[in-house]
């Protein structure tokens, strides 16, 4: 077997593995939960804002944890009850906590959270001319006997 | 002067928060359910279905639930602590028996012993869910005006007992309860 052969043959099995073990990644909560398709685009929406707290970094459209099977459970029964999604939101916070939220409400504690990307970009924005002036402003002075040296 | 100055403050700030951060447990989100109304309910009661272990009947006294299940290492980590606890006499003790198989439940009392003034049994998980409950063991402090005092999250100690709970049960049963964590 040539190389060439060779390296054909190890991509071909490399590209196998990767399909075999892509498969179970692809979704946990694969069920229809509702028949009509604007609920269930509101079941899966409210699944991926929701934090799964057993496996912090996953959402409970993400995770097959008991917990988070029994959260989806909640909110299908919510939705099926014509509750809105502000009611199901405010359901999970009452319980676990602003962290079950992947995006934190507007509330005056969460206030620096949301205005901290806008300060840090003016922040930035402010530090970088300045140091833009001051440099020109250098320039400016060094020109003419830039090129003695 | 700024050209060092401010680089060093912005480091030494990120500095100061990660390290704050390292010290910091992830896995522990603190209740809402602090210094509100403990959620009410009623469920079977694990040794007999027929019987109600209803939250309502023990308003007045202070007391404790304990979240456990047979498939919770924690919950058999802390087990000889709560027989302890229990002995005292202190409060009762309530267990929520959390999305377990009933029989092996009994069985574990049976032989590791049975803390629990009454256990409440919640295979779908509801209640557990109304107390924000996200990972056995976890342990609550209700006041004699049903408002929840304390939340441990974690396998209980002796520790934490005598440092956590004795005190705000003492003020709580003097009438002025402090919360917190």
């Not at chain 1, 409400?105 to 002036?133: E, K, Q």
């Not at chain 2, 989100?29 to 279905?49: H, N, R």
């Not at chain 2, 602590?81 to 929520?96: F, Q």
Request: aromatic share 10%.
């Amino acid at each position: 077997m040539t190389l060439l052969h060779f390296s054909r043959f190890a991509r071909a099995v490399l590209v196998a593995l990767l399909v075999a073990f892509a498969v179970p990644a692809l979704a946990i909560d694969t069920e229809r939960a509702f028949d009509d398709p604007a609920l269930q685009t509101r079941y899966e929406q409210i699944g991926r804002e929701l934090r799964c707290l057993v496996c912090q970094n996953q959402t409970i459209a993400d995770s097959n944890a008991t917990l988070a099977q029994d959260l989806r459970r909640e909110v299908r029964e919510m939705i099926a009850a014509g509750k809105t999604d502000d009611e199901i939101r405010t359901f999970m916070v009452d319980r676990y906590g602003d962290f079950v939220l992947y995006k934190p409400r507007m509330t005056p504690i969460n206030y620096l959270l949301w205005a901290a990307p806008v300060l840090l970009l003016l922040l930035g924005t402010f530090l970088g001319l300045r140091i833009i002036r001051k440099q020109a402003a250098q320039a400016d002075t060094d020109g003419p006997e830039a090129g003695q040296t | 002067m700024l050209k060092f100055g401010v680089p060093l403050a912005l480091a030494v700030l990120l500095g100061v928060f990660l390290f704050v951060g390292l010290q910091r447990d992830p896995s522990y989100v603190p209740s809402p359910l602090i210094g509100k109304q403990a959620p009410e309910f009623t469920l079977p009661s694990l040794q007999d279905p027929n019987y109600p272990v209803a939250s309502k009947e023990l308003a007045g006294k202070s007391w404790v639930l304990n979240v456990w299940g047979t498939w919770c290492g924690g919950c058999r980590q802390e087990h000889a602590t709560l027989m302890a606890i229990a002995k005292t006499n202190a409060v009762p003790l309530i267990g929520l028996d959390w999305k377990d198989d009933s029989a092996a439940a009994q069985e574990w009392l049976r032989a590791l012993g049975n803390p629990y003034a009454a256990v409440a049994s919640d295979p779908e998980g509801r209640v557990a869910i109304d107390w924000g409950v996200y990972g056995a063991p976890e342990t609550f402090l209700i006041g004699p005006d049903g408002k929840v005092l304390f939340k441990h999250i974690a396998p209980m100690t002796m520790e934490v007992w005598t440092k956590e709970f004795l005190p705000r049960i003492q003020a709580a049963n003097a009438g002025n309860a402090p919360t917190g964590g």
